[in-house]
Structure formats: structure tokens, C-alpha cells
């Protein structure tokens, strides 16, 4: 396993059931009341409702999970997580199934997992974030399939700019001082192991 | 009353009037803040879509540095996002000793060591908490009593740890807001969620969040935030959201430090007023008046 950009390799497989029986441990105790699609501020926008996906994952359709866009719509507002009537960590489980598919390098989550993608790649770099390096990197991935993406933030970008809240940055600049390189390793050696 | 304080990424660049703000709120209240020594990135929210062991892994790093700096004074981190982060990690790994164990080992490629006995504190837990509305109140100069405002709390200050305030109907920005003067925007929405990172990667689903925002501030004077992912996505989109649906006006966004420091006479400049994206003149010091004595 390798935190790089997905952009270098994609699949468009879904993983084994097995996969998913971490995430089965957390909401076995579901009891399919649909509380969590009620909170759900995203729910408008879901190709699945929450209830329905921990149906699945629990039935361990693999195939309708990763066809779905669910649960890169999660914007981690925590709202089911405090309402679930049977306390399950469903935000942490979103998380889950969003960590499998940036591993997976599944082509259709690309605009979700290339933006975490980019941001982790720019922290390891350079311990914070450097918007501008990063926000360009993420419009260059996106560029063969959404060239017009970074219209949509121009304007933006022009403030922040004019502002002094962004800088104009070199996007392949060297590591920094406040490199992350070690600790990422040490992650993800021993993420592969366990 | 002191504080370790972790500004976060989003305070050295696109949130800096946030970060000016709050030292110079902080300042005014003789409340002394030590910025972490070398602090790096909490992850954000990608981290926690990457990898469950660097979601943690990197906010413990400032753990450490906090816990190696000073282990008796609780760390004030103004984001939400951050704030999250932190507690989270720290929370984790408290109670899960295996867990830690392994997170030491990450951070022992930083010569650090996580032991847990430092507190994470989110700034408006410590304004209305620590400090309260009275010692808001008995700095205040100038008149704030013409402005109505809406305050919006978002998600990540009290979900899931509700740990100052109702983490669904939440309240505790109303005493503070007036002990300036200003008046309080009756509505549901503090709570409700901006569409974070969405507005990035999935904007359309963003902007129905923050159009049902902004709709729902009308005969506010100004909404104020506790968070730079939420500032920005109420702020930056209002002429996208006017154009999709038509029926919103511009609204001034601020910080709540911004507000109350408005309210202490603190220059505008000193507040970073001229660095918010969406601020009406009325909120600039030319049209402010000193309240009588």
C-alpha cells in the first residue's frame, strides 16, 4: 500500500467481501431504523440512502457499495453518529469505506480521493498544507477528465491572491524542513504489514 | 489562565484575520497564548480518508510536542477541523493503549512520545467557558447594540464530542455576542453543516447546503464562525449561490473573535477585518461609535 496520488494506478475492481468485515463489526448492531438518513444533510444527493449502504455492507455486496457514490458524499457533520439509536460509530464507518476506495485507486471516486490524495502527498512534504501547490497539483489529475475545473475557482483564487491568504507556490518545490517523509513511511510500512 | 495554542494550516493563509483575531481577543482578556513549537498539519479531513493510522498519527504528533512543551496547560485550537483531530486522537488514545502503542511507534520517527495528559480545548469552549460573557462584557468600548447576528457553530465543534454545548441546538455563542450589544438572529441553522470538503470536489451539493444557510440569515446583519472551512464556504460562494437561486443577498461573514474585538475597539487592522471576503462598510471602524461612559 503506497499513499501516493491515485492518479498513478486506478482499478476499477471492487474489493473481496471479506474486506468489509471491520466495518461489519462496527454496525452489526444495526437495526435498519433509518435514523441516519433522516439526519443526513447529504442525503438529497445519495444514489443509496445511508440505511440502505449499511444494509450492504453488512450483506457484504461489495459490488453495489462501490458502484454507489454514498460515502464520498459524507461530509463527517457527525449528525447520524450522534443520533444512531444504537450508538454505532457510522461517520468512523464512512471513513472506512473511503479509506478502501483511495487504497483501491478506484476510478470513479477520483475527484474525492485525488483531493485527499494531494493534500496528504503536500503535507508529507512539507508538514502543513501549501494550498496553492496543492489545489494545482489536484486541478493537473483532474485536467484529462475536467479540464474546465479550475474555472469554477478562479475567481477565488484571484482574491485569496489579492488578499495576501494565498501565495503563489512553485508546485514541485523540494521538501521542507517540516517533512513528513519518515512518519508516512513508518504508516505505511506498517499499515502493509498488519 | 494560559494556553499552548495550535493555530492549524488554515490560520497562517486562507483564515489568517481568524488567527490575528484571536490573539488580539486573546491579548485584550490578558489571556497569554504559546504557540506550538514546530507544529505540523492535523490531517484535515483527508487523512481520516486515507489512512485510520495517520488520521491519528498526525495530530498526536502536536500532542506530543504540546505534552513535551508544557504538560499541565491545555491546548487552544481555534479550527474545528483541527480541534477535531486533536481531541480525537487524544481521546483514542487514552483509552486505547494497543492503539497508542502503535501510534508511539509512528512518533518515535519524530523522537516523540504521546502519553495523553494534555487537555484539547476548542476557542469557543474557552471564551464561553473559561472566560464567559462578563469578562466579554467589561472589555466592551464600542457600541455593537444596531447589529442583529446570526451565530453559526457548523459541525465539528460539538460533533461527536458535545463536550461545552448542545451539540445539536447549540447556544453557547449567544451570551457572548451580547455582552457586545449586538443583538441575536433567531434560527435553526448554527448547527447544520456547510458541506466542508464537498465544496471542492462536489460543489453543486455544497451549494444547496450553503444557500439553505444563507437563506435562513436573512435580516441578519452579519453570521459569525468559530471555523475556517465554514467561514469560507458561507463567504466565498454568495455570488455563485445568488446567481444559481436568485433569492439571497450578501451577507458580511466574520469570526467570532472578529466580533467581539469589533466590540473591544481593537483596530481593524489588528482584526484582519480587511481580509474577509464578504464584509459590509457598516462593520469597518469609520462608521462605529464609542459607547457613552
Known amino acids: 500500500m503506497t499513499l501516493s496520488p491515485p492518479s498513478r494506478r486506478e482499478s476499477g475492481a471492487h474489493p473481496a467481501p471479506e474486506a468489509l468485515e471491520p466495518i461489519q463489526e462496527k454496525i452489526r448492531a444495526c437495526i435498519q431504523c433509518g435514523t441516519c438518513t433522516a439526519s443526513c444533510p447529504n442525503e438529497f444527493a445519495m444514489d443509496l ?77 512539507h508538514g502543513r498544507i501549501r494550498e496553492t501547490e496543492f489545489i494545482s497539483r489536484y486541478f493537473m489529475t483532474m485536467a484529462p477528465s475536467k479540464p474546465l475545473l479550475p474555472l469554477g475557482y478562479s475567481g477565488l483564487g484571484w482574491r485569496l491572491l489579492r488578499k495576501g491568504k494565498m501565495a503563489i507556490e512553485y508546485p514541485f518545490a523540494a521538501p521542507g524542513k517540516r517533512s513528513l517523509e519518515k512518519v508516512f513511511q513508518k504508516a505505511e510500512s506498517m499499515e502493509a504489514s498488519e | 489562565m494560559s494556553y499552548l495554542y495550535y493555530p492549524g494550516c488554515s490560520l497562517t493563509g486562507t483564515a489568517r484575520e481568524y488567527d490575528l483575531a484571536t490573539r488580539a481577543v486573546m491579548d485584550a482578556m490578558g489571556v497569554p497564548l504559546t504557540e506550538l513549537e514546530e507544529w505540523t498539519c492535523c490531517g484535515a479531513s483527508a487523512a481520516e480518508a486515507c489512512s485510520e493510522l495517520l488520521a491519528l498519527a498526525l495530530p498526536a504528533i502536536n500532542l506530543a510536542i504540546a505534552e513535551k512543551m508544557d504538560g499541565k496547560q491545555d491546548v487552544l485550537v481555534p479550527c474545528s477541523a483541527c480541534y477535531l483531530n486533536l481531541k480525537k486522537a487524544n481521546e483514542t488514545l ?109 460543489m453543486e451539493v455544497a451549494l444547496e447546503l450553503v444557500h439553505a444557510i444563507l437563506q435562513a440569515a436573512r435580516g441578519a446583519d452579519a453570521i459569525v464562525t468559530v471555523c475556517p472551512m465554514c467561514q469560507m464556504n458561507l463567504e466565498a460562494y454568495q455570488d455563485k449561490i445568488n446567481r444559481r437561486y436568485g433569492d439571497v443577498s450578501s451577507v458580511t461573514i466574520l469570526y467570532l473573535p472578529q466580533l467581539i474585538g469589533m466590540a473591544f475597539g481593537i483596530s481593524d487592522e489588528d482584526l484582519g477585518l480587511g481580509l474577509n471576503l464578504a464584509i459590509d462598510d457598516r462593520f469597518l471602524s469609520k462608521h462605529k461609535t464609542a459607547v457613552p461612559a
Open chain 1, 49 to 125: 440512502t445511508p440505511r440502505h449502504l449499511w444494509r450492504m455492507v453488512l450483506m457484504g455486496e461489495t459490488e453495489a457499495i462501490f458502484a454507489s457514490q454514498t460515502f464520498t458524499l459524507c461530509s463527517a457533520c457527525y449528525s447520524c453518529t450522534l443520533r444512531c439509536p444504537r450508538g454505532l460509530p457510522l461517520t468512523e464507518a464512512m471513513h472506512d469505506l473511503k479509506q478502501m476506495a483511495y487504497r483501491g485507486r478506484m476510478a470513479r471516486y477520483k475527484p474525492s480521493t485525488a483531493f485527499y490524495g494531494h493534500f496528504m502527498d503536500t503535507i508529507r512534504r
Open chain 2, 94 to 202: 487514552r483509552q486505547d493503549g494497543k492503539t497508542r502503542e502503535r501510534v508511539n511507534s509512528v512518533l518515535a520517527e519524530k523522537e516523540l512520545t504521546l502519553k495523553g495528559s494534555v487537555g484539547v480545548r476548542h476557542l469557543l469552549d474557552v471564551l464561553a467557558t473559561d472566560l464567559g460573557a462578563e469578562t466579554v462584557r467589561r472589555k466592551v468600548k464600542v457600541d455593537l447594540s444596531h447589529l442583529t447576528i446570526a451565530p453559526y457553530y457548523g459541525c465539528q465543534c460539538l460533533r461527536p464530542y458535545a463536550v461545552f454545548d448542545d451539540p445539536e441546538e447549540p447556544r453557547s455563542m449567544e451570551p457572548l455576542i451580547r455582552a457586545t450589544g449586538a443583538r441575536v438572529h433567531p434560527w435553526q441553522m448554527g448547527a447544520k453543516c456547510c458541506g466542508a470538503s464537498h465544496m471542492n470536489t462536489k
